[in-house]
């Protein structure tokens, strides 16, 4: 008798699996993940043609290879030029929809993610999570061929192709590649005739910015002569373009601002300069050490180290130097001058870091901090003090 139960037991229960499986089949319904899966173009794009771990597409142009095709068409976009994501409101075009999500925010003005820190605030998470690590000085991101670190995976990737020589940005005229978007985009005025820099002095137009600021120094150049005056230190200078980016020292004026980081920069060189900081290119190098430098002034400075060379020489107490900046600073110990102005209570000071150090006072920010027990600290100098507390090192 129990073994009759257990018999139709079994029977019932091979029934209904027998109906889930043809309802399986006919049913249009039942595999909506499966339809959804292979109708969606990304998803067939992204996890059906990826091989994991490796890397089987190669781009046509450079080389370069990928793990699925949706990645080597967003890729290719960059040799291509095509950038099927426009802005409604100005018409730039965009190679990703991202990009563009971002670039929606210049228009609203929208920031929406601030840091905690300083109070810079940013259109997108991302931007604040790289900022964050300029105030605790992480790098995640390394190179395994030199092990240079970075705060985000876009300079690295960058960085890389002074290693690999990859020059991914084409020009659609003559062909030529570049290994810098920057590089092309110069390049290609070469073809237009389009020279967006003008001089206001004598009204001549320029193909680069570079070009611009070297005409307006020679433009607005009084010969020998030094007839203009600084209002806030008495400085005289030979005409107004290095009197005006002399006053920025004294006003804080920085109209020059990094993409990337957002910091801000009183001329245009100082900001190419620290732009290489980010990419890590450093393509003036010195034949007797190796030392490589991101411009070619800092490679002639470098190099008088080994030559010995001190061409720069105080009038007032034949002290001599190996470059113009470090002479500047020191005669300000003769003539007592103090460029640097802070904008809350007007006290002046000689150095720039010694203005930065007062602000501190005001703000409140302390940005250094003892690893051992948390304490904080306004100067770098006062930390390091307050570290011999630590190792029993008498100050």
Same mark, same amino acid.
């Given at each position: 008798?129990?073994?009759?139960?257990?018999?139709?037991?079994?029977?019932?229960?091979?029934?209904?699996?027998?109906?889930?499986?043809?309802?399986?089949?006919?049913?249009?319904?039942?595999?909506?993940?499966?339809?959804?899966?292979?109708?969606?173009?990304?998803?067939?794009?992204?996890?059906?043609?990826?091989?994991?771990?490796?890397?089987?597409?190669?781009?046509?142009?450079?080389?370069?290879?990928?793990?699925?095709?949706?990645?080597?068409?967003?890729?290719?976009?960059?040799?291509?030029?095509?950038?099927?994501?426009?802005?409604?409101?100005?018409?730039?075009?965009?190679?990703?929809?991202?990009?563009?999500?971002?670039?929606?925010?210049?228009?609203?003005?929208?920031?929406?993610?601030?840091?905690?820190?300083?109070?810079?605030?940013?259109?997108?998470?991302?931007?604040?999570?790289?900022?964050?690590?300029?105030?605790?000085?992480?790098?995640?991101?390394?190179?395994?061929?030199?092990?240079?670190?970075?705060?985000?995976?876009?300079?690295?990737?960058?960085?890389?192709?002074?290693?690999?020589?990859?020059?991914?940005?084409?020009?659609?005229?003559?062909?030529?590649?570049?290994t810098y978007r920057s590089q092309l985009f110069g390049h290609i005025?070469?073809?237009?005739?389009?020279?967006?820099?003008?001089?206001?002095?004598?009204?001549?137009?320029?193909?680069?910015?570079?070009?611009?600021?070297?005409?307006?120094?020679?433009?607005?150049?009084?010969?020998g002569k030094k007839s203009l005056t600084c209002d806030f230190c008495?400085?005289?200078?030979?005409?107004?373009?290095?009197?005006?980016?002399?006053?920025?020292?004294?006003?804080?004026?920085?109209?020059?601002?990094?993409?990337?980081?957002?910091?801000?920069?009183?001329?245009?060189?100082? +900001?190419?300069? *620290?732009?290489? @900081? /980010?990419? #890590?290119?450093? &393509? =003036?190098?010195? !034949? $007797?050490?190796? %030392?490589?430098?991101?411009?070619?002034?800092?490679?002639?400075?470098h190099m008088r180290t080994h030559t010995g060379e001190k061409p720069?020489?105080?009038?007032?107490?034949?002290?001599?130097?190996?470059?113009?900046?470090?002479?500047?600073?020191?005669?300000?110990?003769?003539?007592?001058?103090?460029?640097?102005?802070?904008?809350?209570?007007?006290?002046?000071?000689?150095?720039?870091?010694? +203005?930065?150090? *007062?602000?501190? @006072? /005001?703000? #409140?920010?302390? &940005? =250094?901090?003892? !690893? $051992?027990?948390? %304490?904080?600290?306004?100067?770098?100098?006062?930390?390091?003090?307050?570290?011999?507390?630590?190792?029993?090192?008498?100050?």
């Amino acid at each position: 008798m129990e073994l009759l139960i257990v018999f139709k037991l079994l029977l019932l229960l091979r029934g209904r699996a027998f109906m889930s499986q043809s309802k399986d089949h006919n049913d249009p319904e039942a595999n909506t993940d499966q339809l959804l899966y292979h109708n969606c173009p990304i998803n067939e794009k992204s996890r059906c043609n990826s091989d994991t771990g490796k890397k089987s597409l190669t781009c046509d142009f450079c080389g370069k290879s990928f793990k699925n095709k949706y990645n080597m068409n967003q890729h290719h976009r960059i040799h291509t030029g095509e950038k099927p994501y426009s802005c409604e409101t100005c018409g730039k075009g965009f190679y990703v929809s991202s990009s563009l999500k971002s670039h929606k925010t210049t228009h609203t003005g929208e920031k929406p993610y601030s840091c905690k820190t300083c109070g810079k605030s940013f259109t997108q998470r991302g931007s604040l999570t790289i900022h964050m690590r300029t105030h605790t000085g992480e790098k995640p991101y390394h190179c395994k061929t030199c092990r240079k670190i970075f705060t985000c995976s876009s300079h690295l990737s960058v960085h890389i192709r002074t290693h690999t020589g990859e020059k991914p940005y084409c020009c659609k005229t003559c062909g030529k590649m570049f290994t810098y978007r920057s590089q092309l985009f110069g390049h290609i005025r070469t073809h237009t005739g389009e020279k967006p820099y003008h001089c206001k002095t004598c009204g001549k137009m320029f193909t680069y910015n570079s070009h611009l600021c070297n005409s307006e120094s020679r433009c607005n150049s009084d010969t020998g002569k030094k007839s203009l005056t600084c209002d806030f230190c008495g400085k005289s200078f030979k005409n107004k373009y290095n009197m005006n980016q002399h006053h920025r020292i004294h006003t804080g004026e920085k109209p020059y601002s990094c993409e990337t980081c957002g910091k801000g920069f009183y001329v245009s060189s100082s +900001l190419k300069s *620290h732009k290489t @900081t /980010h990419t #890590g290119e450093k &393509p =003036y190098s010195c !034949k $007797t050490c190796g %030392k490589s430098f991101t411009q070619r002034g800092s490679l002639t400075i470098h190099m008088r180290t080994h030559t010995g060379e001190k061409p720069y020489h105080c009038k007032t107490c034949r002290k001599i130097f190996t470059c113009s900046s470090h002479l500047s600073v020191h005669i300000r110990t003769h003539t007592g001058e103090k460029p640097y102005c802070c904008k809350t209570c007007g006290k002046m000071f000689t150095y720039r870091s010694q +203005l930065f150090g *007062h602000i501190r @006072t /005001h703000t #409140g920010e302390k &940005p =250094y901090h003892c !690893k $051992t027990c948390g %304490k904080m600290f306004t100067y770098n100098s006062h930390l390091w003090r307050h570290m011999k507390t630590h190792t029993g090192e008498k100050p």
